[in-house]
DNA sequence: GTCTATATAATGATAGAC
DNA sequence: GTCTATCATTATATAGAC
């Protein structure tokens, strides 16, 4: 992990933008806190993005670029069982997700691309089934709920939803929401164990 | 149904506050919008609610208020089956329901006390399961999920999910995602068979 | 690349007339 | 209760120096 300083100021500033954004939302965050918290000037800002508009391009890009590379790797390559890999998701995915949820709400038109990929990555595994459309999308709408009221279900659960504990506390009680029936019960038993995996391997780790 | 000329100008800022705060959130949305909408003046706005955050105060009120009144009325008092409220509730639920997801993102902390209260009564209903706070958190969140990020579900299932027919299918597909091993094998067939009286009434009733 | 200073616009709040 | 006019504040955008 590096450390804060060796970022430049362009990255610095769209950090912690993608903080306020995700917090705030577009319109409650300001260039003025945004550039204050990263250390630098209002007039940075502008000279590196042009106009909030332009930061918050930006903001969507390296989101979406986060994601595809997450995909690629974990999916693709099959990396999802690097320690380096879950690390490293680990430490980035909560801010982007925070912010793919804030964003979703926002009405950000590359948000709503994400979330009509997922919706249609799901749609082609239910393909077949009775409305396979209708439950892809009240599906995909469910989990992404999860990380839109992040805020709330944390309260709920008495500590941040983004720590690795309380992920492998959601995640395990969503797979005994999620009727077997519905995602097919080898897929059911599959997710579970690869949950055990990494619970036990977290909890090696912590030692 | 009463037309809106029928509403004190008070109540048709209120009414229009709601609208504009699940579209734009608190933030977005400005009192002159508002204000030109209702057809007054802003001043009329300070003058009834002093200030947005009274107006926003009052926008939660009646939400919450609302909310109380379909429980006492469709739950305590069983008018469930009652044609009239169900028609009431079809034209009012979809606003309230838009403005609390909105409320729950923007940090409402009247929507935040609704959030737990629904929690609350989901806990209660799994009580004695394993972990019966977080399988209530979590099932509470994704079903509010639904409605936070109507706009995208709308759009992945190409109509309005308020429409009397998407709701019926949302509902319906909820029901297949939803395991009955988790809420019980018999309130999902209460529940399946309630929305089909449901779906039947409603087809009865656009002839 | 980075800053300071300034201009411009939008928005919420106030005051007072009718 | 309702309006118009004005003020004050905040935020974004621009210009130009270093």
Redesign the pocket.
């Known amino acids: 992990m590096r450390p804060v300083e060796d970022l ?3 990255a610095r500033i769209r950090d912690t933008a993608l903080r306020h954004f995700a917090e705030h939302g577009v319109k409650g ?5 945004i ?1 204050d918290d990263a ?6 800002v ?3 993005f ?5 930061l918050r391009d930006a903001c969507d890009a390296y989101v979406v670029a986060y994601i595809k590379q997450e995909v690629e790797e974990g999916i693709d390559k099959g990396r999802l069982d690097d320690p380096s890999f879950v690390e490293q998701t680990r430490l980035g995915s909560p801010l982007v997700l925070r912010y793919l949820g804030r964003a979703l709400v926002d009405g950000s038109p590359t948000a709503a691309g994400v979330y009509d990929e997922l919706v249609a990555v799901t749609e082609r595994f239910l393909a077949g089934r009775d409305d396979a459309r209708g439950h892809a999308a009240v599906f995909t709408t469910m989990q992404l709920g999860i990380y839109v009221l992040h805020e709330h279900l944390s309260r709920a659960l008495g500590t941040d939803m983004f720590t690795p504990e309380t992920m492998s506390r959601v995640g395990s009680v969503l797979l005994n929401i999620v009727s077997p029936e519905f995602v097919g019960p080898d897929l059911i038993d599959r997710a579970r164990s690869g949950l055990d995996r990494y619970t036990a391997g977290r909890e090696a780790q912590d030692d």
């Open positions: 430049t100021a362009k965050a300001t260039l003025r806190a550039a250390g630098v000037s209002l007039g940075l502008q000279h590196h042009g106009a909030k508009e332009g």
